[in-house]
């Protein structure tokens, strides 16, 4: 069973940054796209950002978020980041990386997540 575990979320102002952490136990790491979601109070769990396996030439991010967050990942170390700037109170958010595959064939299962608050 494939696990991720979340870090680096907490409480910010609007515009500050956050860089937030995703570490896996996955045997197999590299050739996988990852992604970052999120889930806000109420709604269901949406794509933030994804990243292509190998060199992560690939980069996807949802509209509301272009421009203003970046994904990365660090295949030897078995993790992928995203680094926040700009936020804003909308980003509020239970913020979860896992497998993009996973998440389409519906495998996925999901760590706690890491916990973003955009607020005065």
């Known amino acids: 069973q494939v696990q991720f575990v979340e870090s680096g979320g907490g409480l910010v102002q609007p515009g500050g940054s956050l860089r937030l952490s995703c570490a896996t136990s996955?045997?197999?790491?590299?050739?996988?796209?990852m992604a970052w979601y999120r889930q806000m109070p109420g709604k269901q769990r949406e794509l933030v950002a994804d990243i292509a396996g190998g060199t992560g030439l690939i980069i996807n991010y949802a509209e509301s978020v272009k421009g203003r967050f970046t994904i990365s990942r660090d295949n030897a170390k078995k993790s992928v980041y995203l680094q926040m700037n700009s936020l804003k109170p909308e980003d509020t958010a239970v913020y979860y990386c896992n497998q993009r595959s996973r998440v389409v064939d519906g495998s996925a299962v999901w760590g706690q997540g890491t916990q973003v608050t955009v607020s005065s």
């Open positions: 996955a045997s197999i790491f590299s050739g996988y796209t």
